[in-house]
DNA sequence: GCTAAAGCTATCCTCTAATA
DNA sequence: TATTAGAGGATAGCTTTAGC
C-alpha cells in the first residue's frame, strides 16, 4: 500500500509555474526539462508497479529523511517484513557505459555516479538502523525504466544493482511475495517519524516580474472572456468556471511563492483581478486553511498542487468546465 | 490609552444563468 | 422548463493602524 504518494517536486512545479507566467532563460528551460525526464521515469515506475500490485507491503514515494544531522532524497522505499529495499530511478535513455567507478554516455562522462548514489542512500538508512538497533535488511536497486536505455559494462556489481525496463515487471513482481506485519509497521514508524520536507530547494519567484492574470488549462492564453460562472479562452475556445482558475492559480502561487504568505489581496493582484474578490474570498476558504488574523489573514493551500485538488476535493461541480485539451 | 478610520471577512439576501 | 449553486449587494462585526 502506498504511504506517500508522490507528486512533482517543488523544484518541477516551481519551474513549470514559472514558464506559464515568463520566458525563462535558455539553462532554467533546460533545467525544467532534465526535471520532466526525470519526472516521467518515476511516473512510469509508479505506473507498472501499481499494475504488478503493492498491496502487501508499505510504499514510499519521494521522500527526504533527515539522518544523522543530513538529509537524503528516495525516489522509492519498499518496506516489509524482511526489511527496506530502496529503488533509485534514473530515466536515462540512450547507450551508457559503466567503467570503474565512471558513467559514460557517447565518449563524455557523466557528472553523477548512480551507483555511489545508492550507496549513499543504503548506507544513510544503515546509519538510521544503528541509532535504533534495528535488526532487517537494507537492499537497494537502480531502476532504469525508459525502454530506450541501454547499459554496457563488465562490471559484476554494477549488474547485480540494476533492473532494466525489460525486468522491472517481474523485478517488481517479486514484493507481491513478501508480507508487511509487525516488524514492517515499526520500521514503516521509525521511517515516518524521520520525513522532512525538501530543504535543499528554497527559490521565490519575483513578483514584480511575473505575468498577471489566469490561462486557459488547454492552450495556456492568458486572453479570456469573463463570463457569470466562467472564462472562456479567446484563442481555442475552453471554458472553464471561475472555481478552476483560481485553484490553479492557488497551486501556482504556492510553486511560485514557497516562503511567501498568500493573502486575499496579494493574491487578486497575482490573478489581475479576473475574478472578484468576493468569489476568490469564497474558494480560498473552501481549498485553504485560513489563520485568522484580522488584517493579516493568510492561506495555506490544503492540496499538493492542482490536479490534487481538482480530483480529491470531493465537491459537488454545478457547473462545467469544457476544456478542448481533455475532450 | 482612547478613538476614529481603514481594512478584512461573514452573513443575509436577491438575482441569474447553467444544468438536468 | 424548473431547479438551485454561484455571484454579488448591503451590512454588521471584528482587528489593526494612525493620530492625539
Redesign the pocket.
Given at each position: 500500500m502506498i504511504v506517500t504518494e508522490r507528486f512533482p517536486g517543488k523544484e518541477l512545479a516551481y519551474y513549470r509555474a514559472l514558464k506559464r507566467r515568463t520566458a525563462l532563460p535558455a539553462k532554467e528551460e533546460k533545467n525544467l526539462a532534465v526535471l520532466e525526464k526525470g519526472y516521467r521515469g518515476e511516473y512510469e515506475y509508479d505506473r507498472v508497479f501499481d499494475e504488478t500490485g503493492h498491496s502487501s507491503v508499505f510504499v514510499f514515494r519521494d521522500i527526504y529523511l533527515r539522518i544523522g544531522g543530513s538529509v537524503a532524497q528516495y525516489d522509492c522505499l519498499v518496506v516489509s517484513d524482511d526489511g527496506i529495499v530502496v529503488n533509485e530511478i534514473k530515466n536515462y535513455s540512450g547507450l551508457y557505459c559503466y567503467d570503474r567507478g565512471k558513467w559514460y554516455i557517447r565518449d563524455s562522462q557523466v557528472s553523477e555516479d548512480a551507483l555511489a548514489q545508492l550507496r549513499r542512500a543504503v548506507g544513510k538508512l544503515v546509519k538510521l538502523r544503528y541509532q535504533v538497533r534495528g535488526q532487517f535488511d537494507i537492499t537497494g536497486k537502480i531502476v532504469f525504466p525508459n525502454i530506450e536505455f541501454r547499459l554496457q559494462t563488465n562490471d559484476e556489481e554494477l549488474w547485480e544493482n540494476v533492473v532494466l525496463r525489460s525486468g522491472l515487471r517481474n523485478y517488481l513482481l517479486q514484493f507481491k511475495n513478501l508480507y508487511a506485519g509487525r516488524v514492517a509497521e515499526e520500521i514503516a514508524e521509525l521511517i515516518r517519524g524521520h520525513i522532512v520536507p525538501n530543504p535543499y530547494f528554497d527559490k521565490c519567484a519575483d513578483f514584480d516580474v511575473l505575468r498577471k492574470g489566469l490561462y486557459c488549462g488547454s492552450c495556456g492564453g492568458f486572453e479570456l472572456e469573463n463570463?457569470?460562472?466562467?472564462l472562456v479562452c479567446e484563442s481555442c475556445g475552453s471554458k472553464e468556471?471561475?472555481?478552476t482558475h483560481i485553484i490553479r492559480a492557488i497551486s501556482d502561487y504556492k510553486a511560485l511563492f514557497l516562503n511567501e504568505k498568500l493573502?486575499?489581496?496579494r493574491f487578486v493582484e497575482f490573478i489581475d483581478y479576473k475574478?472578484?474578490?468576493?468569489?476568490v474570498?469564497?474558494m480560498l476558504?473552501i481549498y485553504c486553511e485560513?489563520t485568522?488574523?484580522?488584517?493579516?489573514?493568510y492561506y495555506d493551500f490544503k492540496y499538493q498542487n492542482f490536479e490534487d485538488a481538482y480530483v480529491n476535493s470531493n465537491?459537488?461541480?454545478?457547473?462545467?468546465d469544457y476544456n478542448l485539451k481533455y475532450e
Open positions: 463570463r457569470k460562472y466562467h468556471t471561475k472555481e493573502t486575499k489581496k475574478v472578484s474578490p468576493r468569489t474570498l469564497r476558504n485560513r485568522w488574523n484580522g488584517a493579516f489573514t465537491r459537488l461541480w454545478r457547473y462545467k
